[in-house]
């Protein structure tokens, strides 16, 4: 199956871009079209890498707009706990259906996501067409019951995940340092190693975690990781929003990378500082996330980009920092780099992972810059129009081949779990 | 000529909504059709007020991701004040036309602006059918022949005024402190106390500023202005991001307005720390502004909310600041307070300046929170379906009549302009 995107805005000129199975195949003007080739016309548009959200928690979703404006233990215990303790494996399948649907309204082709019931998400995964890396969330909380079980788990999913397309890739997700234990953590090091599996962690997000690390470890919280042994070129954390100098250099040195999610540090006020410059000054691979839909409510990587590039700056009163191309490269190329993937840019053997951006959007004119427009003028769902991955057309003209079960289905969940659709 | 919406959401019930001329009539489930009313179906839709962007510079839309990530000075040198200075007045009107549309596609329905050549961006509002109170920018720099120039075309731009339709009105623009002597500000007041119309004036924007007034003045702005005494109703500043107690104390005393930029404060790095919550607890009337293209790079007032939110919260580590509740009022009631319209809620009696949101976009979904959603999970350019206007309709199915040949007029502007279309 080939696909020939004619006459598209690529960089600065207009060419051709031609698919064959699910990569890129050439990029040059005026290509002959290969028989039963489907040809897209790109006149007033632009094809841009599909982009790659490296936190997320899909199928919560569901979750947005449920209780927003709150203290954060009121918002944990009153609403998003009591609702996750009636949440089914289906109402997982759904909710990561709503999100995948989201994600592809807005130009994302690949997400790196954590939650419960990885195999419904791999299953919605699956059927919308995206790209995934899913962890299991690994929550022993000090338990030795729980540990033991997420250690079966672990082993349990990696096998279940074959099942799944090469699109689809088993991470584990151990919480947090202050939710699972270190020897669990160790566990879950030793795992990765064997499997060649990423460690999704979240890391550093408040002040209260470090200070509790230091509490009970004495010791910052990369430091503490640092000691464990985990610190390697499987893990990615996110968040890292309190670590001092000597432990970027260690980020750095041990090859971890760092995901950025400024919608929910700002939103739960975890803290809004996200060293991006002091950390891409080291060579650490960062990645921009959205985080789920229960704190940061969208899923919209043009939107995550704003606010990074925006925050960036303004803490640090540095109109220079945080440019939109460095920030668009985090969202793109970065995010492939941490999965690594062959992915994030548009260029013949890269996987045919990519959107196609209507320029005729108010406010993607005049076109002076077409990633600073895409970073601080738009969102993904208004601008983006196509979506291919992996080779396949997922969405065309704005539309996703049934979003409208998708969304009636997530509305009829959402009546059980929350009272309102 | 009457327009009849069937089944629409409003607040927490489907109901319909009967507008005859330019007001909201009748708010009732199952009205009957008035003879030649025209039927709109609302159904999966909420009507919303439309937005009030009381801050902005709408012909700047033309500067869009011109001159990113730069520090001041060597953006303003380099990159607007050569172009302003190539601008004609036909520009003026191309760029308002293109920011006519782009308001439009997200949702505002009423904008404050302040640029040069007002008459041009008072023909385009006409023609897109906004409704808009427009500034002439006085900037004399202490030099007298512009002062008197500035002196006798505000009276003149006065009078020319009276040429539109009673959507367009017109206000005076003082640039800044700065930029405007004492004396001319003094003229302002008078002038505006005289014809009734408001003052738009850039207020405390940045630490520079301050410390710069209190060297010339020996007091901080806003003790500079009572001193003047230029503070009053008539007055609306914009940014005051740099005052203490004491002056948001004679802000609300003298019933001042005050308009918060989040994404030009942030992009610009004047300053991260606007006190919404202090001046909402003094009982300040607080809008919300985009600003202008040139530094915040969109129009979208649901993007603006967005961030006015997000910063709100974080800056002061209070995950219950700047509720979306608070910003979304200030987006809409707020501003329709500031310029004293009729406006801002959908009811009864109030002018139809409305807009129907689509609810099958997939950041809408689930709907826990309708106003929750606009400001945290979406764009107004992705969502809004229909804008209505003094009780026309502008916008429908998200096509506004004559976009094309909006838009391919902005492109060739900015083709000679920056070389770029």
Redesign the interface.
């Known amino acids: 199956m080939s696909i020939l995107i004619k006459n598209v805005l690529h960089e600065d000129t207009i060419t051709d871009v031609l698919i064959e199975g699910n990569r890129i195949a050439r990029i040059a003007p005026n290509l002959p079209s290969p028989e039963g080739a489907e040809v897209i016309d790109g006149t007033d548009k632009a094809v841009i890498p599909g982009f790659i959200n490296t936190h997320t928690h899909a199928a919560m979703t ?5 209780g ?5 233990m009121e ?1 944990l215990e009153d609403y998003i706990w009591p609702v996750e303790a009636k949440m089914t494996a289906h109402d997982v399948y759904v909710g990561a259906r ?1 999100a995948c ?2 994600m592809l ?2 130009g994302t082709t690949c997400f790196l996501d954590m939650y419960m019931h990885p195999l419904e998400t791999a299953r919605a995964v699956e059927e919308l067409g995206l790209r995934a890396h899913l962890s299991y969330t690994l929550f022993d909380q000090g338990g030795a019951e729980r540990a033991a079980l997420d250690r079966k788990r672990s082993y349990e999913y990696y096998e279940a995940f074959k099942a799944f397309s090469d699109r689809i890739t088993f991470t584990l997700g151990p919480h947090a340092i202050y939710t699972v234990s270190g020897e669990q953590l160790q566990f879950c090091h030793k795992f990765a190693v064997e499997h060649n599996v990423k460690i999704n962690l979240h890391l550093a997000e408040t002040k209260g975690e470090v200070d509790e690390c230091v509490r009970q470890h004495g010791l910052t919280p990369v430091r503490y990781l640092e000691k464990l042994g985990i610190l390697s070129e499987h893990l990615i954390v996110a968040h890292v929003v309190w670590v001092d100098d000597e432990e970027m250099d260690l980020l750095a040195k041990h090859r971890v990378s760092v995901v950025h999610n400024p ?1 929910s ?5 975890s ?2 500082t996200f060293k991006y410059e002091e950390m891409k000054k080291r060579g650490i691979r960062l990645g921009i996330g959205t985080d789920g ?1 229960s704190s ?5 990587m043009v ?1 995550a980009m ?2 990074a590039s ?2 960036g ?8 920092a945080t ?3 460095d920030i668009y490269h985090s969202a793109t190329i970065g995010g492939a780099e941490i999965l690594e993937i062959p992915a994030g840019r548009i260029a013949e053997g890269m996987l045919a992972d990519l959107s196609l951006v209507d320029l ?4 993607l ?6 990633t ?2 895409l970073v ?4 993904g ?3 983006i129009d196509t979506v291919i991955i992996d080779g396949v057309i997922r969405m065309r003209d704005r539309y996703v081949p049934g ?2 079960e ?2 009636a289905e ?2 009829e969940v ?2 059980r779990l ?1 009272g ?2």
């Open positions: 569901l979750f947005r707009g449920y927003d404006d709150l203290p954060l918002w709503l649907l989201e309204r807005s919608a540090n700002m939103k739960l006020c803290g809004y839909c940061s409510n969208n899923l919209d939107i704003k606010l925006l925050l700056k303004a803490w640090r009163f540095s109109p220079t440019k939109a191309a005729n959007v108010p406010e004119v005049p076109l002076n810059s077409l600073s427009n601080y003028a738009t969102s769902s208004s601008c979003q409208e998708i969304i997530a509305r959402a009546r929350f309102h659709g």
